[in-house]
């Protein structure tokens, strides 16, 4: 999500007075973003328990996951052009009431489609409020102030999938899963009660175009894409169900790319993924490197890998080696810890080796970490076995995270560096919804109880997909070093 255009200040134009609250509202700020966050890894843990208690296939299960993430990524950019029009604060407060009813839908669910819409609903409430959040984050502090605003806004998105994993075991096996969803009631009532107080009203800008038509186009095409990944499990790759969806992902696509350059003010400015290098670098830029290509194309595939850990060692370790739903939180919570210190040690080498070796490395160890996952016998230990490798995996994959946003953000020109954050953190929510329908497809015999191939087949999909992705760095990353741009990265 990004700022709008309008926060960056021009020339020599002094910011506006800081606003005497401006503390307590980054905190308030801050708790509503990281219940977006932890919303992406709170369900996994409890997704069988919630298969058993509303007898949801493995089809519908899938969607309880990749349905809220599809309509965060997909909606995600339509979100920031209505924070610019109707002010951030007004679409703050419609996207936090919008996730917390739909919050308490999903929890009073007794059967999937319910649950599912409540999802969906989640997705597009997270659609609004992020956006919102990280503009106001931004046009609130000047100076040293934001950097240290930003680096609090960072923070969030660093803890909240560890926490994610713990509090989804410790609710689903305490008071049971509708509380992973009920506890974000009490907290976004609150919220609403308080922000208001301490978030100055902004004013929105005439909106040249919100562009509803490119929004539906690539929300349905992803979600038309899911679909047909999904059912490919049930039905085979060659069969209607299957190959109809995806062609209609591919005609959907299309026509969204049409859309957006006959549109005066496009979603999604397409002329983005072909910015050249910029020259700031301390190499001569290729013409031939593509920073926002690569950018994009490292985030959806590390957010597709991680997600899809998360989904199938959920699966995996309650199905096959007994273990509780708090049991599994505490298992999946080195491999959030190690996403962490990855993301942390990213920042440091991306600089001075350069995004390309740092993200041949990280994919490299990605890879690594998934191959003995590929080679594990049936009932091996999963403390010696699944959480190491996944742990390793995982390592490598927050250096991407790191990569994959310094070379979008950092290789081009400062004022392009806003369109690209957004681009880039759209690839970022939508990797989760295509990772997972992928991996639940080529596990679906085992999720269903059948033994372990399926979860055999899933792995060395992750492990081939790591290792495609590190073979291809050289190609598709630009030389050089990053220099320093203002567009953070969500999470």
Request: charged residues 10%; neutral net charge; hydrophobic residues 50%.
């Amino acid at each position: 999500m990004t700022a709008s255009p309008h926060a960056h200040a021009q020339g020599h134009v002094h910011p506006p007075a800081a606003h005497p609250r401006r503390w307590t509202a980054l905190a308030l700020i801050c708790v509503a973003q990281f219940m977006l966050i932890l919303d992406v890894t709170v369900v996994n843990v409890a997704l069988p328990r919630m298969a058993a208690d509303l007898d949801l296939t493995r089809t519908s299960l899938t969607w309880v996951v990749t349905a809220y993430t599809l309509c965060f990524g997909g909606l995600m950019l339509l979100g920031g052009r209505l924070a610019d029009a109707l002010g951030a604060r007004r679409t703050l407060l419609a996207g936090l009431a919008l996730f917390t009813a739909a919050s308490l839908l999903s929890g009073l669910a007794t059967d999937g489609p319910t649950l599912i819409g409540g999802r969906v609903a989640q997705g597009v409430g997270a659609a609004l409020l992020s956006p919102a959040a990280l503009a106001l984050v931004t046009t609130s502090f000047h100076g040293a102030e934001r950097a240290k605003a930003l680096g609090a806004w960072a923070a969030v998105g660093g803890t909240g999938s560890a926490v994610g994993v713990l509090l989804g075991g410790a609710l689903t096996d305490g008071p049971g899963w509708p509380w992973i969803f009920y506890v974000n009631v009490p907290v976004g009532l609150a919220l609403l009660a308080a922000l208001p107080r301490v978030v100055p009203p902004s004013a929105g800008t005439p909106a040249r175009g919100l562009d509803l038509p490119g929004a539906l186009l690539v929300t349905t095409g992803t979600g038309s894409l899911v679909y047909g990944l999904v059912q490919a499990g049930d039905t085979g790759w060659t069969s209607a169900s299957t190959l109809l969806p995806l062609l209609g992902s591919v005609l959907l696509y299309g026509m969204f790319a049409a859309v957006e350059r006959a549109s005066r003010a496009p979603l999604m400015d397409l002329r983005m993924f072909t910015l050249p290098q910029s020259s700031a670098g301390e190499v001569p830029p290729s013409r031939f490197a593509r920073p926002v290509v690569a950018g994009s194309f490292l985030m959806l595939i590390a957010t597709a890998l991680l997600i899809s850990f998360f989904f199938l060692g959920s699966v995996q370790l309650q199905h096959l080696s007994g273990f509780s739903a708090f049991e599994t939180g505490l298992a999946f919570l080195p491999v959030a810890v190690t996403t962490a210190a990855g993301a942390h040690l990213g920042s440091r080498l991306v600089g001075s080796i350069g995004p390309r070796a740092c993200a041949a490395g990280g994919m490299a160890l990605a890879a690594l970490g998934c191959l003995p996952l590929v080679l594990v016998t049936p009932g091996a230990d999963a403390w010696t076995t699944l959480v190491p490798a996944l742990s390793v995996a995982s390592l490598g994959l927050g250096a991407v995270f790191v990569t994959a946003t310094t070379t979008a953000l950092g290789m081009i020109d400062h004022h392009e560096a806003g369109l690209a954050s957004g681009i880039v953190n759209t690839f970022h929510e939508v990797g989760g919804s295509i990772g997972v329908a992928l991996v639940s497809t080529l596990a679906a015999t085992s999720i269903q109880g059948s033994g372990t191939a399926g979860f055999t087949a899933a792995f060395t999909l992750c492990t081939l997909a790591a290792t495609a992705t590190a073979l291809a760095v050289p190609l598709l990353v630009p030389r050089g070093r990053p220099h320093t741009t203002g567009g953070p990265h969500v999470h």
